[in-house]
C-alpha cells in the first residue's frame, strides 16, 4: 500500500476517534445532567410529601387548640407543639420528616419554619386559608420561622432548582419561585394579596 494512502487512512480514523470521544462527552454531561434534574426532583416531591405530612399534624393540633401554635415560646420552637401528632422528639433532626432531603447542612433543628406572623392567632380569624402561607422551606439560620419580606432571600430557602415548598393553611403544597412570593404593596390589589399570604384578612 502507497505510503500516501495509509497515512490518509490512520488521519481518518484519527478523525473518527475525535469524534468518538466529543460525542461520549456530550452523551456523559447529558446523562449527568437529567440524573442531577432527577435526583432534584425526587427530593422535590420528597420535601412536599413531609410538608403535607407536618400539615395533616398542624391541622390536628388547630383542631385540638383552634389556634396556630406560636412560633417559639417557652417551651421552645413551634414543631413542639406537633410533637404529639409527630413524634419528633427532643431533636428533630433524628426524624426525616422534619428536615428537607434537598438540605444538606447539618443542623440540629427542622429545616421547615412557621410563618411567624401567626403567633398563636385563632383559625376562625383567618379568611381565606388556601391563600395563607404556614410553612415552608427555610434557611436553618431563621430559627426555623420564616419572617415577612424585606428579608425574605434569608429566611425562606429556594433550594429546589431555585423553588421554595410552602404549606398553605387549608394543606395545600406549592413550589414557588422568588417572584412569586408576594411582597409589593404599592397597589391595593397587590397589598391585598401581600396581606392574605403573610398576614390573613382578619373576619369581620
Known amino acids: 500500500m502507497p505510503l500516501s494512502r495509509r497515512t490518509s487512512l490512520n488521519a481518518l480514523t484519527l478523525v473518527e476517534l475525535l469524534i468518538v470521544l466529543?460525542?461520549?462527552?456530550?452523551?456523559?454531561?447529558?446523562?449527568?445532567?437529567?440524573?442531577?434534574?432527577?435526583?432534584?426532583?425526587?427530593?422535590?416531591?420528597?420535601?412536599q410529601a413531609n410538608l403535607r405530612q407536618i400539615g395533616i399534624a398542624l391541622h390536628a393540633c388547630i383542631n385540638d387548640t383552634g389556634r396556630v401554635p406560636v412560633y417559639r415560646d417557652e417551651e421552645g420552637p413551634w414543631y413542639r407543639a406537633l410533637d404529639p401528632y409527630l413524634g419528633w422528639g427532643t431533636w428533630p433532626r433524628n426524624f426525616p420528616l422534619s428536615r428537607c432531603p434537598a438540605e444538606r447542612e447539618n443542623e440540629p433543628f427542622s429545616t421547615y419554619g412557621l410563618n411567624s406572623e401567626y403567633n398563636g392567632t385563632r383559625i376562625t380569624e383567618i379568611a381565606q386559608p388556601s391563600r395563607a402561607f404556614a410553612v415552608g422551606d427555610s434557611d436553618h439560620t431563621a430559627g426555623s420561622y420564616i419572617r415577612i419580606p424585606p428579608t425574605i432571600e434569608k429566611q425562606i430557602s429556594f433550594r429546589h432548582q431555585h423553588r421554595a415548598n410552602l404549606l398553605f393553611l387549608d394543606g395545600h403544597v406549592e413550589a414557588r419561585r422568588p417572584e412569586q412570593i408576594p411582597r409589593d404593596t404599592s397597589t391595593a390589589t397587590k397589598k391585598q394579596e401581600y396581606l392574605l399570604f403573610w398576614k390573613p384578612m382578619v373576619r369581620q
Request: glycine fraction near 4%; charged fraction near 10%.
Open 22 to 47: 466529543s460525542l461520549a462527552a456530550v452523551l456523559v454531561a447529558l446523562l449527568t445532567s437529567v440524573i442531577h434534574s432527577g435526583r432534584s426532583r425526587v427530593q422535590m416531591a420528597q420535601c
